[in-house]
Every structure is written in C-alpha cells, then in structure tokens.
C-alpha cells in the first residue's frame, strides 16, 4: 500500500489563512469601536457577538483541522507542528458533518492520542453525493461495519 492523501490539499488555508484573516477584521473593527470615527459606542454589543461568533468558529471548526494521509502502517496525521501514525485498529468510528460547503470527516479512536481522542479534517474532493468514499475506506482498513 502506498501512502496516499486523504485530507484536502486546502488545509492549511482552512486552518491558518482563513482565521487569521477573520481575526485581522475583528482587530480592525475593534480599532474602529475603541477610537471611533462613525461607529457609536452602542454598536459595542455587535462587536462582541461578531467576535464570539467567530472565535468560536476558529476555535471549532477551524484550528483542531488535521493533515491525514492513509499508509501501511495506520493513518499519519499532522498538525502541520507534529506528525503521528495512529494504528488503524485504533479507530472506534469514522462519521462526517456538513457545514454547508465545508465538510468535515470526524475520525474517533479507542483510546487517546497526542491529539486527543478524535481527529477533524477536510476531505479531498468535498462535492459527493452521499457519504464521502473515504469513510467507508477507513472504516475498511479499521475493520469496522461498512
């Protein structure tokens, strides 16, 4: 068996561009609230839904993302600072959510892991009809029901 991607090649993007991106305007609309120009200071209460919403977002969706290549050995899962191999017969469930546009392959194992008891990331090729294909290959390889 070769060692192929399973995770989106956009990742990093999803991980690291797009909140840092998100942050940089909840920054420069802080600035506009603390020194405001045409803001009043009643938008105060706007700003921190905005702001919650999406660091709740960063910090759920965005940030615990994984870089996930299926090889010989188990699935080799990055942070992009860490790499570990996780045995397939470690996995407990493999599931999928969809936000929208965004979907995201929830990967469930028996006992804890450097990243904790289960891994998120972007599948490649995010347009299916039905269940991605790559959950019933992981669910194969972990000798799960299909």
Same mark, same amino acid.
């Given at each position: 068996? =070769? +060692?192929?991607?399973?995770?989106?090649?956009?990742?990093? #993007?999803?991980? @690291? #561009? @797009?909140? %840092? &991106?998100? +942050? $940089? %305007?909840? +920054?420069?609309i802080a600035i506009q609230l603390f020194?405001? /120009?045409? *803001?009043?200071? /009643?938008d105060l %209460?706007? @700003?921190? #839904?905005?702001? /919650? !919403? &999406?660091? &709740? $977002? !960063?910090? @759920?969706? !965005? +940030?615990?993302?994984?870089? #996930?290549?299926i090889?010989? =050995? %188990?699935? *080799?899962? /990055?942070?992009y600072f860490k790499i570990i191999t996780i045995p397939f017969s470690e996995i407990e469930s493999v599931k999928n959510i969809n936000f929208g546009l965004a979907l995201r392959i929830i990967v469930t194992f028996k006992n804890t892991t450097e990243f904790g008891s289960k891994i998120m990331f972007n599948p490649r090729y995010w347009f299916t009809l039905g269940p991605h294909p790559v959950i019933d290959e992981l669910r194969t390889l972990a000798g799960l029901e299909v």
């Open positions: 068996m =070769d +060692i192929k991607t399973i995770s989106s090649t956009t990742t990093w #993007v999803n991980k @690291f #561009v @797009f909140p %840092g &991106i998100l +942050i $940089f %305007g909840v +920054i420069c020194f405001p /120009s045409e *803001l009043e200071r /009643s %209460g706007t @700003f921190l #839904v905005i702001t /919650s !919403a &999406i660091l &709740i $977002f !960063a910090c @759920f969706h !965005a +940030i615990p993302l994984k870089k #996930v290549k090889t010989p =050995d %188990g699935l *080799l899962v /990055s942070n």
